[in-house]
C-alpha cells in the first residue's frame, strides 16, 4: 500500500514538473509581431470592408520598393469607388476628381512600431475646395464609418488649418485636345524606365453608367517604386496623395483641357512640416515631363 502510495505521488510531480515545463516553453516561444505584420492586419481588416467598393488600386509601398532595392517602412494604400459619390462631387466641380475616390493609408512611421491609419478627410477636401458643408456630407459620412473601425489611436489625422482653396495643386492647360492629352500624357509617363502604370478612373463613364451627365473627367495613376520609396523613407504618409502620382486631366464647358496633379512638396510640408530633396527632384521631374507631353 505505501508502495502504491509512493508511485502515485511521483507520477503526480512528474505531471505536475511536464506541465510547468510546457508552460514555460509557451511563454518563452511567444514572438512579438513586426511592424510589418501590424500594417498587415489592419489592411485585412480594411480589405474586408471594402469589398463592396470598387477597388481602384491596393499600392504596397514597402513591399514595390523591396524589389528594387530600396527600404521604405511598411506603408500600403488602398483607393477605392463610390460611383454616386464621386459624380455628385465631380459635377460640382470637376478639379475635386484630384482628391476622389476614397483613399485610406494603413501606415508606419519610420522607426516605430506602431501601426496607424491616414486618410483623406471631408475637412481636407472642403477647405481645399472651398466648398459648402452639405456638398461633403455624403463623402463624410462613409469615409467616417470606415475610419471608425480601427482604434481611435491609431488615427492619425491632419491639421487643415494652413489649407486653402488650391492648396497643393498644379495646374498645365493642354494645347491638345482630350483624348490627345490623355495618349500624350501615357506616352511620355511610360517612357520613363523607372515607372509603373497602376490604372485609371473615368468619372465620365461613372456618370454614364448611373444615367448621368459629365464632362470628360479621368483620373490616371502611376508611379516609381525605386524613386517614390526613396521619397517615403522618412514620411511614409505622403503616399496618401503624392504615390502613387494622381494626373487628373478634365474638360470644361467652354472646350479648354487641363491637367492637374498633387504637389509632393506641399503635401510634404502639411504632414510633416518640412520636405526633403528626393521629394523637390520629383517636384521638378513630374512638372517637366507632364509640360513637355501637353504643350507645343
Not at 203 to 231: H, Q, R, V, W
Amino acid at each position: 500500500m505505501n508502495f502504491q502510495k509512493t508511485f502515485i505521488s511521483i507520477a503526480c510531480l512528474l505531471l505536475m514538473c511536464a506541465c510547468g515545463g510546457n508552460s514555460v516553453k509557451s511563454k518563452s516561444s511567444f514572438v512579438p509581431k513586426t511592424i510589418l505584420e501590424k500594417v498587415d492586419d489592419k489592411q485585412e481588416i480594411l480589405q474586408k470592408n471594402i469589398s463592396g467598393y470598387n477597388i481602384v488600386a491596393t499600392l504596397d509601398h514597402h513591399r514595390m520598393a523591396k524589389e528594387t532595392g530600396v527600404y521604405t517602412p511598411p506603408s500600403i494604400v488602398n483607393i477605392f469607388s463610390d460611383p454616386n459619390t464621386d459624380v455628385m462631387l465631380v459635377q460640382n466641380n470637376q478639379l475635386l476628381g484630384l482628391d476622389l475616390p476614397f483613399k485610406i493609408l494603413c501606415y508606419a512611421e519610420v522607426d516605430t512600431l506602431d501601426a496607424k491609419i491616414a486618410y483623406t478627410s471631408a475637412e481636407f477636401i472642403q477647405k481645399r475646395h472651398n466648398l459648402k458643408t452639405s456638398v461633403i456630407e455624403g463623402y463624410k459620412s462613409k469615409i467616417n464609418e470606415l475610419i471608425k473601425l480601427f482604434p481611435s489611436e491609431s488615427i492619425v489625422n491632419t491639421d487643415v488649418s494652413s489649407v486653402n482653396k488650391g492648396f497643393g495643386i498644379v495646374s498645365i492647360k493642354s494645347d491638345f485636345d482630350y483624348m490627345n492629352t490623355i495618349n500624350r500624357l501615357k506616352d511620355v509617363v511610360m517612357l520613363q524606365g523607372d515607372t509603373k502604370w497602376f490604372g485609371e478612373l473615368d468619372y465620365k463613364k461613372e456618370a454614364i453608367s448611373l444615367g448621368l451627365e459629365l464632362n470628360p473627367t479621368i483620373l490616371l495613376l502611376f508611379g516609381g517604386p525605386a524613386p517614390g520609396g526613396k521619397a517615403m523613407v522618412n514620411s511614409p504618409k505622403i503616399g496618401l496623395d503624392a504615390f502613387c502620382q494622381k494626373l487628373l486631366v478634365y474638360e470644361t464647358d467652354n472646350g479648354e483641357v487641363w491637367v492637374a496633379y498633387n504637389d509632393i512638396v506641399a503635401f510634404a510640408e502639411l504632414y510633416y512640416k518640412q520636405s526633403t530633396k528626393p521629394q523637390q527632384m520629383i517636384n521638378k521631374r513630374l512638372k517637366m515631363t507632364f509640360t513637355k507631353a501637353v504643350k507645343k
